[in-house]
């Protein structure tokens, strides 16, 4: 897919964001609203999966590891053809396939259930190491955030990939800087992020803008050699939403009526 078409599904998928959390008056629009390029580009231009057979042996994988950015995973699926729009009406519901965190049980595309910040990664490593162990040519994308990688399982993980020169694994770090209780500095910081994941044996591509389709698609496309490729990518929490950028405080708050067509209108213009 062309660069213009990948921005109209961005658009799109933001749109969707915005309407599940304001449907459900809970969520989490920030973090998603930051992870929409990464997803977007992997699931349409690098991701060999069928909509019509998710459960494909042959498929890639993909692991969103910040489960809480539910709305960005399940707002691409709709748009690449894994499941009904209409499900949006019921996200957060009793009952619903479209819980807060993915359920890979319910969820067509969804192949590993997340939420439990820092294991994600290693589900990942798991499926990659796997595929090679098989001979397969599987390709395997995970989706991290910054605030998470204060987990020690997540450089647990990375030293695995590391170690049996997982090229088939590419994690990407939504670093939008702000994580529930405030930026990642106050919390607890990262320090030089790219130099941590050299030292733990990535290939590194460092965004300066995350948001960027074309710089996404650069990274993504660019080919690594015996060894894990590694995408820190920079962007801005709430991204496309002038009241939701940068704002700590729409980690895990969902917007009002009057909010939703504020943002609607914003991402339509």
């Given at each position: 897919m062309q660069t213009a078409e990948l921005k109209q599904v961005c658009k799109a998928v933001r749109r969707n964001i915005i309407n599940m959390t304001a449907n459900a008056g809970s969520g989490h629009p920030g973090g998603s609203l930051s992870a929409v390029e990464l997803v977007t580009c992997i699931f349409f231009n690098h991701m060999r999966v069928d909509p019509q057979n998710p459960k494909?042996?042959?498929?890639?994988?993909?692991?969103?590891?910040?489960?809480?950015?539910?709305p960005c995973y399940y707002g691409v699926l709709a748009e690449r053809g894994f499941i009904s729009r209409d499900e949006f009406q019921n996200?957060?519901?009793?009952?619903?396939?479209?819980?807060?965190?993915?359920?890979?049980?319910?969820?067509?595309?969804?192949?590993?259930?997340?939420?439990?910040?820092?294991?994600?990664?290693?589900?990942?490593?798991?499926?990659?190491?796997g595929a090679k162990h098989l001979g397969q040519d599987t390709r395997v994308y995970a989706v991290c955030g910054?605030?998470?990688?204060?987990?020690?399982?997540?450089?647990?993980?990375?030293?695995?990939a590391s170690h049996y020169h997982l090229d088939n694994l590419t994690v990407c770090i939504d670093n939008n800087g702000l994580q529930i209780?405030?930026?990642?500095?106050e919390v607890?910081?990262?320090?030089?992020?790219?130099?941590?994941l050299r030292a733990f044996g990535m290939e590194v591509f460092e965004l300066?803008?995350?948001?960027?389709?074309?710089?996404?698609?650069?990274?993504?496309?660019?080919?690594?050699?015996?060894?894990p490729k590694a995408i820190l990518a920079h962007t801005?929490?709430?991204k496309g939403v002038s009241f939701m950028e940068g704002q700590v405080g729409w980690h895990g708050k969902a917007p009002g009526e009057e909010q939703r067509q504020q943002a609607l209108q914003e991402l339509e213009g």
């Open positions: 494909d042996p042959h498929r890639d994988r993909f692991v969103l590891s910040k489960g809480h950015a539910a996200f957060r519901q009793l009952h619903s396939i479209l819980q807060g965190h993915p359920d890979a049980k319910k969820v067509p595309g969804v192949d590993a259930s997340t939420g439990s910040l820092g294991q994600g990664l290693s589900i990942a490593v798991g499926m990659a190491l910054d605030g998470e990688c204060q987990e020690g399982q997540i450089w647990e993980a990375m030293m695995a209780d405030g930026s990642n500095d607890m910081s990262l320090g030089d992020l790219a130099a941590k300066a803008d995350g948001n960027d389709v074309e710089a996404v698609e650069a990274a993504l496309s660019a080919p690594v050699s015996g060894k801005v929490k709430g």
